[in-house]
Each structure stands twice: as C-alpha cells, then as structure tokens.
C-alpha cells in the first residue's frame, strides 16, 4: 500500500471514529430520539453493513464472534449513548479515549509488561488528568454520565484487549455486532417508556452505526495490517481532539480551561507511554 494510500485510510478512519461522538451528540442534544434507542439502531444498522462488507469480500464466518465480546461491545454502546445525553462531545471522546487506553495499559501491566521511568510517569500523568475531570467545580461534567462513559471505555478496552489476536478482525466485529441484536431489543423493552424516535435522530444513529461504525471499523483494518502498532496507537490520539473541534463547529460546544489541561494530562501521557514503549 503506498503511504498516501495508508495516510488517506487512517484519516478517514480517525475522523470515523470521532464522528461517533458528534453524531450521538447531535442526535441526543438536538433531536427527541431516546438513547436505548439511538443504541439499538447504530447496532443493528452496523451489524447490517458489517454483514455486507464481509459477504462482499467472501470472508466467511471463520472466528466469528462470542457472547462475551459481543456483550462488551453492547455495554459500550449502551453506556455511550446514555453518556452523551448530558456530556459534551469533547469531554465525552476524552473520557472513553482515556479509559479506554488506561484499561488497555493497565492489562498489559498486570499480564507481566513494566513500565520505565517514563512510562510510569505518561500513565500516571493520563490517570490525573481524568481524576481532573471529576474534581467539583463550575465546569465539572455531570457524575453519572461520566461514569457511563468511563464505563463504556472499560468496556470498549475489554472489547479490543479480546480482539487482538483475531484472525480476521472484521469478520469477528461484524459477528459480535450480530451477536448484540438479542441484547438491543431486551434494552428497547426495559426503556420502552421513553421510547420515542425523531427522523433526525433516526438518520444520525444510522450514519453511526452503518458509517461510522461500520465503513469506519473495515477501513480501519484495511489500513492497520501496515502499522507499527506503536503508529497505531499514536494516530488514535488524535480521535479525542477530532471530536473537541467538531463540537465546537457543529455544536458551538465551550471549550473550558479545565477540559484542557485534562486533555493535555491524558493524551501527552498516554503518548509518553507509547513512546516510551517503542524507543
């Protein structure tokens, strides 16, 4: 693959992935859809293009998915939807990212990896600057949906930590995301009282799950078999600051001083330790 091939691919990628932010931002703040669900019609709507994309490229269903994944990918996807009903697309895709990655490391740790000096610091600096985030003030984001979203990130970071090693990742994704069909109607049911669905709403939560999530997810593959895995995880930093920009575009989502020097924490420390780790 040329590298304005790979470069084109990992951008779009990127923006894919932030897009998940701003699309479920945008449909909870300036629709009526609900979250359980805006969470049920990005699922089926992935599975759906997931199904597509690997019939199309003649996988097969070798290394399908499992319940396990398949329900960490659901409490992500729930989580983040119920998040974002009172979280800012910035302060949210700085929470998940920053979970996300803190639960990948600490696995990593905790499977026999240690840290150098600098690496203890990088984790250490991106621990603070989500313990920021909740400390009380004027611009503290709301606790419970915080939580939610760390919770969504720890998911998420299960999820993935599980699907290192896959064979064929797509194939494995399009089948977890089969897999949480089942789960999505059992939320529809338990939240059926606030059931209630908005074109608008409907539209966003399609681009996510079919664009975002799905087109987004197979051209993230295409391009990550010609990454170094440390390049892989530095251009993801890039997702969190992405979505802070896109909210304040389509948003007009402020900006605070406090969101800021989280940024700063988390995302320079997690690029200590990925640097780290490579030198």
């Not at 923006?15 to 699922?43: K, M, Q, V, W, Y």
């Not at 009282?193 to 908005?198: A, Q, V």
């Amino acid at each position: 693959m040329s590298i304005t091939r790979l470069v084109m691919l990992t951008a779009l990628a990127m923006i894919a992935f932030a897009g998940n932010s701003l699309l479920c931002r945008l449909a909870l703040a300036e629709t009526e859809i609900d979250a359980a669900s805006f969470t049920s019609i990005r699922l089926v709507s992935g599975a759906v293009m997931l199904w597509l994309l690997v019939s199309l490229n003649n996988a097969g269903n070798k290394g399908s998915g499992d319940w396990f994944s398949a329900f960490a990918l659901f409490v992500y996807a729930a989580g983040f939807s119920f998040a974002y009903i009172n979280l800012s697309a910035a302060t949210g895709a700085l929470l998940l990212f920053g979970a996300v990655q803190v639960t990948m490391i600490s696995f990593g740790f905790v499977k026999g990896e240690r840290f150098s000096f600098f690496q203890f610091i990088g984790f250490m600096l991106a621990i603070a600057g989500l313990v920021l985030l909740f400390l009380p003030g004027i611009t503290t984001p709301p606790l419970s949906s915080s939580l939610l979203m760390v919770l969504a990130g720890l998911a998420w970071g299960i999820y993935s930590i599980r699907g290192k090693q896959a064979a064929n990742p797509l194939v494995v994704t399009a089948g977890n995301f089969l897999l949480t069909i089942p789960v999505t109607l059992v939320l529809s049911i338990v939240f059926f009282k606030e059931f209630n669905l908005d074109l608008s709403g409907v539209v966003f939560a399609l681009l996510s799950g079919a664009l975002a999530s799905g087109v987004g997810y197979a051209i993230w593959y295409s391009a990550l078999p010609y990454l170094q895995a440390t390049h892989a995880a530095t251009v993801q930093l890039s997702v969190p600051v992405i979505a802070a920009f896109g909210g304040i575009v389509l948003l007009a989502e402020p900006i605070s001083l406090r969101l800021i020097f989280a940024s700063v924490a988390i995302i320079g420390g997690i690029a200590l330790v990925i640097q780290a780790k490579r030198q």
